[in-house]
């Protein structure tokens, strides 16, 4: 049975968001629940072998509504104390003016934390096709050269046209040709682009920042439409983690007055390809959800996922 | 980097790829080095697009190609040229050009175009379809982040022309349709000094875009894919209607219209569908209407097939002739007699070729020397 830990801020964090020392907290009790290792060094490399280790982000709408650095810094805080050297973190995206836009600070060079987008100079994308599918694309060559190991951290938000945009979605932003990949609620496609062997195989962990979240009108930043849950949904298993991320997007879409996305025409069925597939596990039913509440002092209790 | 005088991809005729080189630096350029600065940029355009519309329900429908992209903001249409911002739509290729070659009119190929002139050939980055066979997919299925790209106005090119001789521009390499703002305003500016422009496509655009852009053009060549549906569906990802469609909108148009069709190993090479060709195109394009039938070598996704065995594409030419067209030729098969024309009256050579290059000709103006029949095409 695959594991989803969903791991929420006792506070609303409207308006400032949450710091970089609240995530710890949250990705600090994640970790350790997902693995069930109270040590950070066990809990990481239970998830993650020794090796390079990337943080792909969403930065598609700048500072709006992107993975927030404050995510990907306590990330780094925990990787740190599991004892990966700064020299093996690669922070990326398709590109380094998203990164940018963002508010990263862009680091290309190889002392202390990297962070960069595929177009930075002499990266760029595989020499060769991989295939998957219905999917052909060149395939960012941070994912196939740079990084050993791949942790996904995008935004849950709702998506226009696949209906989810969550942790395979995100890789969208790893292949050249994403354009190609949007029709039929891009279906199989986002599945495809998962099951290609670089994404798939280097995959370890999906952290998908749920703090605050576009219920509708996504990918592009609704003010209107957005809303919070002040959490993060954490599993190694990363069909798995984009089924809850539906089941919060549905519900935070039913609080706010929204139809269910099957109902305006924009069915989640990549996901069902992706268990087709083997990528993980779809069926909520054989998904183990642990939801944990966690305090300023770091402390957990168990809570609801809605 | 030193961005002044640094142009990637400026070939001269005898430059036989199609894909410009990162090697192929600016001794080409000659004399336009002091008249020109062509710098690279790392900024896109933002050129509000043509031919689309606002939704009610947000997000814009582009109306641009048959596929009607709806793309709702921050996100791109099919082609990955052509962005939604605050739905707005807009192009981000317009000036780009990621290729830029002088070739023979022959290569385009136009064979009744003014033969032995050149071309001043250029394409951005993007496609609206994705065809298995691409040979040029290096950027034609890019997004033009990906793509080194140049800053080169329209007038620029037209400036290029009038100072080199240049008496074409041709829109080619990747589908000019993806960048049709730039290439209608370089078509309109080219116009007013006399320049020439020529559009290499697929022919997969909307009526009423191709009927705008039409008056700005001198002559279309098309590459009709296949006959069939069913190929358009799965090796092209398009549709074969409207291409169709458009290409009788381009003859009836008077615009000068030549097609080409690739003819690739167990795909499209029966003698059904080259029956079926000819017949189509002889019903409602005329028998005077130029078809190219160009041999495959395997690259992109269909590296699997073989090249077009010779017997094949002979195969074709006797079935088109046979059907009743007047000016069929065979392509990529540099020697092969079917790369010349011949009156259809007298049968003598009219113009022989060789690859790209012209070694006689028995025309006056647009006349066989021999029979005097009348020739079609801008001679």
Redesign the interface.
């Known amino acids: 049975m695959s594991k989803v830990v969903v791991v929420k801020y006792y506070r609303d964090a409207r308006g400032s968001g949450l710091t970089r020392d609240e995530y710890r907290r949250l990705m600090s009790v994640g970790l350790h629940r997902l693995t069930g290792e109270s040590d950070m060094q066990k809990a990481v490399r239970k998830l993650i072998p020794p090796g390079v280790i990337g943080m792909k982000t969403n930065c598609l709408t700048g500072k709006l509504n992107s993975t927030p650095v404050a995510l990907i810094d306590a990330l780094g805080d925990c990787l740190d104390e599991a004892g990966v050297d700064d020299n093996d973190m690669v922070v990326w995206e398709r590109t380094s003016r998203e990164l940018a836009g963002a508010g990263y600070t862009l680091n290309a060079s190889g002392s202390s934390r990297r962070c960069l987008g595929t177009d930075a100079n002499r990266i760029g994308y595989s020499q060769g096709f991989y295939s998957s599918g219905e999917v052909n694309s060149l395939v960012s060559r941070i994912l196939t050269d740079l990084v050993d190991h791949n942790i996904n951290v995008p935004v849950l938000k709702d998506h226009s046209i696949a209906g989810l945009s969550a942790g395979m979605k995100n890789m969208y932003g790893a292949i050249n040709n994403p354009n190609k990949y949007h029709g039929d609620n891009c279906n199989p496609f986002c599945a495809h682009v998962s099951a290609l062997e670089p994404v798939r195989a280097k995959n370890r962990l999906t952290v998908i920042d749920a703090v605050r979240v576009q219920y509708n009108g996504g990918p592009g930043f609704m003010s209107q439409f957005l809303t919070y849950y002040n959490g993060v949904i954490i599993s190694d298993d990363p069909a798995a983690a984009d089924r809850v991320g539906l089941q919060v997007l549905e519900n935070l879409r039913k609080a706010n007055g929204q139809p269910p996305l099957e109902k305006v025409g924009r069915p989640v069925k990549y996901l069902v390809a992706a268990g087709q597939l083997g990528l993980g596990e779809v069926e909520l039913s054989r998904i183990e959800v642990d939801v944990v509440v966690v305090d300023e002092d770091g402390r957990p209790t168990a809570g609801e996922l809605f | 980097m030193d961005r002044r005088m640094f142009i990637r991809c400026m070939g001269c005729g005898a430059v036989a790829a199609a894909i410009p080189q990162t090697d192929l630096l600016p001794e080409f350029l000659g004399g336009l080095q002091n008249a020109c600065a062509f710098d690279y940029t790392k900024q896109l355009s933002s050129v509000e697009a043509r031919h689309y519309k606002k939704l009610e329900t947000?997000?814009i429908e582009c109306r641009l190609c048959p596929r009607r992209?709806?793309v709702?903001?921050?996100?791109?249409?099919?082609?990955?040229v052509r962005e939604?911002r605050?739905d707005v739509y807009y192009t981000l290729v317009y000036g780009r050009p990621c290729a830029l070659n002088i070739d023979p009119i022959e290569k385009k190929p136009f064979f009744h175009f003014y033969p032995g002139t050149t071309a001043l050939s250029l394409a951005t980055a993007g496609c609206n379809v994705?065809c298995k066979f691409c040979q040029n997919w290096e950027i034609s299925?890019?997004?033009p982040?990906?793509t080194d790209n140049l800053d080169l106005p329209p007038g620029t090119l037209v400036d290029i022309c009038k100072q080199r001789a240049i008496p074409t521009l041709a829109y080619t390499y990747s589908e000019p349709v993806i960048f049709y703002e730039y290439m209608y305003d370089i078509a309109k500016q080219g116009h007013e000094k006399g320049v020439k422009s020529v559009i290499i496509t697929g022919g997969y655009i909307e009526k009423e875009p191709l009927a705008d852009l039409l008056p700005q053009l001198d002559a279309v060549k098309v590459d009709l894919k296949a006959i069939r549906e069913t190929y358009y569906k799965d090796v092209v990802?398009g549709e074969l209607q409207p291409v169709l469609d458009r290409l009788i909108q381009i003859k009836q148009s008077g615009v000068w219209l030549e097609i080409v069709y690739l003819v690739v190993p167990t795909l499209n090479d029966t003698d059904a569908e080259f029956r079926e060709l000819a017949q189509w195109v002889k019903t409602y394009l005329g028998k005077d209407t130029p078809v190219h039938f160009s041999r495959f070598h395997p690259q992109y996704?269909l590296k699997n097939l073989p090249p077009t065995p010779q017997a094949t594409l002979e195969s074709a030419y006797n079935i088109s002739r046979a059907e009743g067209l007047d000016f069929v030729y065979l392509g990529n098969l540099p020697g092969h007699p079917a790369e010349s024309t011949y009156c259809p009256k007298c049968s003598r050579v009219l113009i022989e070729r060789r690859g790209y290059r012209i070694s006689r000709q028995n025309l006056t103006g647009n006349r066989c020397n021999n029979c005097q029949t009348e020739i079609p095409g801008l001679f």
Do not use: A, F, P, V
Not at chain 2, 72 to 80: F, H, N, P, S
């Open positions: 947000g997000g992209c709806m709702t903001d921050l996100e791109r249409g099919y082609c990955g939604n605050g994705n299925q890019s997004r982040e990906q990802g996704l």
